[in-house]
């Protein structure tokens, strides 16, 4: 048994603990947000939080985030969380999501990136770039997911 720390609440898994962290989410506690995409930290689709920063989840196992707190998709969106809330707003005002695919991903990046930067700070369009650059869209939304992170950004400041 392996104890994870999955959006506020205690979770005991019975899971090999080499198994990747997204399958604990997705197969065990059936949180399916987080999302597959290219299962070797490519894509950025599986991105969840663990203590606080992103992390690819379809790499990292569960035997790594015993006693962490994983913060997924469902729970940043929730209301509960200002960045997550800021961020689902700017996604919707900006259109953002064509396929929706890579989208809990990129809310996932994009508010760990948020979280990580000085209060009141407006990042700059190449340091967004830098902090999604392993997030892949295959609809190719880059422009709005750029747009989007500056609202946020600007109604958190």
Known sequence: ???LHVNGREQALDVDPGTPILWALRDTLGLTGTKFGCGMAQCG?????MDGQAIRACVTPVSAAAGKQIATIESVTDGHDKVGQAVHAAWVKHD???CGYCQSGQIMSA???LKSLPKGKVPSQGEIDAAMAGNICR???YARIRAAITDAAQALA
């Open 1 to 3: 048994m392996t104890t």
């Open 45 to 49: 689709a599986c991105t969840v939080h």
């Open 96 to 98: 953002v999501a064509q």
């Open 111 to 113: 508010t760990a990136f």
């Open 139 to 141: 609809c190719g939304t």
